[in-house]
Each structure stands twice: as C-alpha cells, then as structure tokens.
C-alpha cells in the first residue's frame, strides 16, 4: 500500500487541520451554512475532522427569504441528519424592524452582511467558516487562510498576516473575529471530484433538471417570491441547472444537460478545454462565472 | 499519476515574473472565459496585437488603491499530470517577508532574471532565502531570451554563475535547473522553442511536471503535535479518547511506542482512527486521530514523538529569524513563540549575528533586526518545549513569533542555523569580503 496522498487527500487533511486548529484556539466558531455546494462541502469536512464526536460549532444560514425550496429542505434534512444546531438571520427580520430597507432592484444579496456582522456580535462568535477558495477570482489570490477582520466586518489590509509553514496565526481582540477559509488551495474541480468521491449529496437543483425560465440580463432566472418576469420577458421550459445557490432573483441557472455528478465534472472539466485559446468567450461560461462572484457580496 | 506541486516564483517586476505566471496560466487552458475576455478587451484598449498576459495576475485597482500589491498571490493550474498551487511572490519591497512566506511551504521555486543583466544582487538574496527556507529545488527561469538573439553563450555564463551561487548555499546540481525562455514570446515556457536548438533540456511547464517532489521522508523519525482532544462522550463511543492531529514527520503503526513531550510519558499507540476507518499506516501529511493504551494526561500543545528517538526538550531556543516587522527587533524583547500546536512566552536574551545575504556573510552582535532582515538569535522559553532543528523537519522545525500586544505576526522562526553559511566563522563565498563587525559596510553596498 501507498501512503502517499494524492490532491485531493492532501487537500482534505489540510482542511481537517485548519478545523482542529480552529477548535483548539478559539472560544466560538461557527459555519456559515447555506445548503449550498461550497458549505455542505465544508460541513462535511468538519465531520470528518472531529470524527466520532460531533462537529463542536454550530452552523449560521444568513438567509435572503429568496431561497429555493429544494436548498431549504435539504438545509434543513442535513441539519437534523446530523444533529447539528442551526441558526438563521432572516434578512426579512431586518427589513421588517427597519434595520434594513429593501433594495430597488429588490436583490438581497447585498443585504446580507449587516445581518452576519449582527449574529456574529450578538452570539459573540470568534471564528466564521466560509467556502471561499482563491481561484473563484483575481482579488481572491491574496486571501488568507486566516483572515482577520475588524469589530466591523471589515478586513484591513495591513493587519492581515504573513502564513507561514502551516502555523496559522489566530490572535485578537475582544469583538474582533477570523473569518477561516479550509477551501482556500482547492479549485472548483477539486470541488465537483471530491463530491463524487466521498458521494457527497448536494441539492437537486445543482443537476439538470427542466424549469420554467426567462432571461434578465443575460440570465436564465426563475419566478418565485423575488418576482416574476416582467412584460417582454417570457417564460420558457429549459433544461438547466444551477452552479451556484443564492438570492433566487439574481441567481441565473445555466442550460446543461448534466443529470449527475459525473456529467457535471465532464462539463466542468471541458468548459476548461473550451477556452484552449478562445478569443470569444462563450456566454454560458460568463454568466456562471458572473453568478459566482455576486456571491461575493455575502462573504 | 496526478499529484500535487507547491511552487513559488520571485525575480522582480521587471524580469516579467507577471508575464511568466500569466503565459503559464494561459497556456495551460487555467484561465476562465470571462477572465480571458477582459484581458482581450483590456489589450486591445491598449492598442496591444496580443493579449498582455501579466493582466490575467496583476491586481484590481480597488487593491492597488489600499496598497497591498506587495503580497504573495495564490494561483492554481493543472495539467493531466500534475496539480499546481503557485506563490506568487512580488520582488520589490519586502522581498524576504514575501519570499519567505511563499518558500515556506514551496517543493521548488522559479527564479527569474533577465538575460540582458544575468544574475543579479536581488537573484542572490532570493537564492539564499529559499536555501534558508529549505526550498528542495530551484529553476532559475533567464527570461527575455530573445532580446539577447537567442544567444546560448549569454544563457551559459548565466546558467553557469548561478549553479555555482546554488552549490555555495548547499544545493547539488541536479537540485538546479536553468531554462532559457522568454514569457512574452513563449519560448520555452510550455512550448519547446525552435529559437534554440542549442537547449536540449525541457521546457519550463515540462520540468514542473515531471521534476521528482520530495515525499515526506518516511524513515524520518515519527512526530505527531496534538491539535486537539476529541472524547465524544456518547453512549456508542462513551470511553473514546483520541488524540487529532497531522502527522509532520515519520510514519505510525498500531504497536509502536511512543513518548508525549514535554511531559515524558510513555505509552503505545492502539489504533489510528479516521472517519473513513482505522488506518494500518499513517504518515506524514495525513490529519488523523490516534488512540493510545494507556489513559495518560495529553492536551493540545502536546507533541507525540516515537520512543527512543525523540526532540530535545529544553527552554533554551537558539534560532534564526527572519524579521517581517516593521518594529525593529532588539535584545531583550519580550514575545510569543507559537510551536507547532504550542504558543509560549519567550524573551530574546542575545542577537548573535546577521546574515548578508549579498555578501553570504554575517555581521556579529548587530544592534537590531529590521523589517526583511535575517539573523541568529538566542530566545529563553518559559515552559520546555521539545525542539527539533529546522533543517530535520520544516514541520517541527519552524516556530512563529507573534506580539503579545497586537497578535501581528513579527518573525518567521527556523530551529537552529539551516543555512550552513549562518554558522559561526563561515565567510564570504562570493569571493567578497569576509564577515566584518562592521555594519555598515555591509548593509548597503551602495548604487
């Protein structure tokens, strides 16, 4: 036998390490959990990490009330599955006590991170699991693992750490907090490979299924409680599936055919090949990778 | 077989380190459509007939506005061979604390120069700072190969003076590679060039892919630092207790004997556990949970050592620094040590030496350490804390030093002298002067 590890093994006991580190140092971690791709992958790294005790944190859904139900049940079904405490920061709660008011274009997106700094101040946690990975973007190159952040959320450029070997830094001050990122050295592929290998289940929407669509913006969006589609917009019946979970009214769904796990890691493998040199990008791949970043916003 | 390479990259700015990195991301299709579609755009903005790689890696303007393009950078690339995870480590201002940080956990590092000006007083610095870091190989990339013709006599003085600055710090030739390529052109980055048919060896992407990476030593003796204790207190597991942790040198079995330091006990490991199930086997790199026979006091901070081949364990820590702070660094100073899974006071009691990276010599008994400089220091500890040097293991071997302040992190810390040349009484290998008490003739060379 082998005990070399390959990619994906190094970069899950990289990920088990940082989770130990965190409950080691800090006195209040918690998961940012959505139901979504990225943090049920973190979630069940967290498991593995803290093996057969259960995960020592509890788990935060900021959630936008634009939800889809499919992410919601399964949210809730992962939950209770693994016996895990929830909380939720409705941003309705927010807009109702006039905390928050309700955007124009009534994205909610934006308005997620008045309701994360207040959870986070109020159950005084230290530490904030995110699934950022620096791939997803040119201004993420530079994030660290351990990213320390002001009594405001806010990340201050020169407070930020040298990481060194794999000693990670996580000292501060009372009413600052790290926002920790285990995915930070894995790429969307690693994602979509490590899925299949440890049979991790997602929501269904992240596989092709049919839905009634209309396009806004270069998207293919949904109705729902965000809205519906305007005049001139017209629903249509694609085959599609979503590469990200979010605000349902600005989270686009891209037109695939791939029904499972392995399609999917075809067409994440080849939509790479696509771009062997491509001087005209194809669109499909730009609306994904523009849905990726309005993530952005929340974390 | 796919597996995975930490790199880093240093040469400065104008070497095209950025240009390098981009046709390296471009070339290997790890550059996403919409990506591409602004770097094409933004050229063309330009009046460029080609796109300008260096975009697809320089930063947003929104960070060039809060000043923090002096960074190491992360980029990932892959081919059908390997996985890459690239440091991208800028060259101007805080050279070392950037080169240090990206060496650190780097398996080989690319040099860059440029073939007009060959190897250069920063090629020399960065060379020695990956030696220090322990960087295992070297590439040194002499690029704006066609501004010099092509020229395989230009290529060879190069080749041949950097291999002897490389031997001096303690590399073996095959640890070295050269490669003559221009980024702008793609010469030889991951196309072999028909511009010269004198360089027989490989492309730059082709060495990266076929170089050996360094496993972790297997016959190195086993060290395993607790993270973390987990007891899950249920009715199923109501007597587990396992010790979590990542294995940073050697290999465990079930049946070997083992020591917890400081403390000394002593017992025998029963089984490795993972969620995935009980290992026969674990090495180093791999985070597992260990159970033990007997029920002995162990907490975080703890390190399992095999038995009979264990650290030192002492409160005396001779050690080099290297200084990221921007807060000089004087005798006397009273700081944190973070090892391994332990964090302990410590006060500096004596700055030995600085080193002088240009010179490859040292200067005794200096005043103080400044933001990126190197030097040798002698820390007193107030706990034992097993110790082993850093030139055993980059795991147990490195130690950071925090304030006790503000929590910033001032130094990266390496058990003993690594670099040979650091020892007492070694002077200068360059054919320069010799180690001098005088300061000053050393800290700037001058323009």
């Given amino acids: ?299 | 077989m796919s597996d995975l390479l930490r790199l880093a990259t240093a040469g400065s700015v104008d070497d095209g380190k950025s240009t390098l990195v981009g046709r390296l991301l471009y070339d290997t299709k790890s550059v996403l459509a919409d990506t591409l579609d602004a770097v094409h755009r933004a050229s063309a903005d330009r009046g460029l007939a080609t796109p300008d790689l260096s975009l697809l890696v320089d930063g947003l303007r929104s960070e060039r506005e809060q000043g923090i393009t002096i960074d190491v950078a992360y980029r990932y690339f892959a081919t059908p061979k390997r996985s890459f995870v690239l440091a991208d480590t800028p060259g101007h201002v805080q050279y070392t604390r950037n080169t240090v940080t990206g060496a650190s956990t780097a398996q080989l590092a690319v040099l860059l120069v440029d073939a007009r000006k060959g190897v250069i007083e920063q090629t020399r610095r960065h060379a020695a700072v990956l030696a220090l870091l322990g960087v295992p190989r070297l590439v040194l990339a002499v690029n704006k190969i066609d501004l010099v013709d092509y020229d395989e006599v230009t290529f060879s003085r190069i080749a041949k003076e950097f291999t002897a600055h490389a031997t001096a710090l303690g590399y073996t030739e095959d640890a070295v590679v050269e490669i003559p390529v221009s980024a702008l052109a793609g010469d030889n980055v991951v196309e072999k060039s028909a511009n010269t048919p004198w360089y027989s060896g490989p492309t730059l992407l082709e060495h990266l892919e076929n170089v050996p990476v360094e496993p972790d030593p297997h016959d190195a003796p086993f060290r395993f630092p607790v993270q973390y204790v987990i007891r899950p207190r249920t009715a199923e597991h109501l007597d587990y207790r396992g010790y979590a942790g990542l294995v940073a040198a050697g290999t465990v079995k079930p049946g070997d004997e083992i020591v917890v330091l400081p403390s000394g006990r002593r017992s025998t490991v029963t089984k490795i556990d993972t969620a995935d199930g009980e290992l026969p086997e674990a090495a180093a790199g791999q985070s597992v949970t260990l159970l033990l026979a007997d029920d002995i006091d162990i907490s975080r901070g703890d390190l399992i050592s095999v038995a009979g081949n264990e650290p030192k364990v002492t409160d005396e820590l001779d050690a080099t620094l290297c200084w990221l702070a921007e807060k000089p660094l004087r005798a006397g100073a009273r700081v944190l040590v973070k090892h391994g899974t332990r964090t302990v006071q410590a006060m500096v009691t004596e700055l030995r030496d600085r080193f002088d990276e240009q010179t490859l010599s040292s200067v005794d008994s200096p005043a103080s350490l400044e933001l990126n400089e190197i030097g040798r220091v002698a820390l007193r500890l107030a706990e034992e804390v097993p110790l082993d040097d850093y030139s055993f293991s980059r795991r147990t071997g490195s130690f950071l030093v925090i304030d006790a302040s503000d929590g910033s992190t001032l130094a990266a810390g390496l058990v003993g002298a690594p670099l040979p040349l650091l020892e007492d009484g070694v002077e200068s290998c360059t054919g320069g002067s010799a180690a001098t008490p005088d300061d000053h003739a050393l800290v700037s060379p001058g323009p």
Wanted: glycine share 8%; hydrophobic share 35%; aromatic share 10%.
């Fill in chain 1, 1 to 299: 036998m082998t005990l070399a590890l390959d990619t994906l093994g190094r970069l899950e006991s990289e990920a088990i390490h940082i989770f130990r580190e965190v409950a080691g140092e800090f006195d209040r971690p918690v998961i940012l959990f959505s139901g979504g791709k990225d943090s049920t992958l973190l979630l069940h790294l967290a498991i593995k990490a803290f093996y057969p005790a259960p995960v020592p944190f509890p788990l935060l859904h900021v959630d936008t009330g634009h939800n889809f139900d499919e992410v919601i049940e399964f949210r809730d079904r992962v939950v209770a599955q693994h016996g895990l405490r929830l909380e939720v920061a409705k941003v309705q709660d927010w807009i109702d006590d006039g905390r928050l008011e309700e955007r124009p274009d009534g994205t909610r997106n934006p308005l997620q991170t008045v309701p994360l700094l207040d959870s986070i101040t109020q159950h005084k946690f230290d530490a904030v699991f995110g699934g950022g990975r620096r791939d997803e973007e040119r201004a993420r190159a530079k994030e660290r693992i351990f990213s320390l952040r002001t009594a405001f959320g806010q990340w201050d450029p020169k407070r930020q750490r040298p990481e060194l070997w794999n000693l990670y830094n996580g000292r501060h001050r009372a009413g600052e907090h790290v926002r920790v990122f285990p995915l930070s050295n894995w790429t969307e592929l690693d994602v979509w490979n490590y899925i299949e290998r440890e049979g991790i289940e997602l929501p269904d929407i992240y596989y092709s299924h049919e839905r009634e669509v209309f396009l806004r913006d270069g998207m293919w969006l949904a109705e729902g409680p965000w809205g519906k589609a305007r005049e001139g917009e017209t629903l249509q019946r694609k085959v599609v599936r979503y590469r990200t979970v979010g605000d349902g009214s600005c989270t686009g769904a891209v037109e695939s055919d791939a029904a499972d796990i392995h399609a999917v890691i075809a067409e994440v493998a080849a939509s790479r090949l696509t771009e062997r040199g491509a001087t005209r990008a194809d669109d499909r791949l730009s609306e994904a990778a523009m849905e990726d970043r309005k993530r952005e916003g929340y974390f």
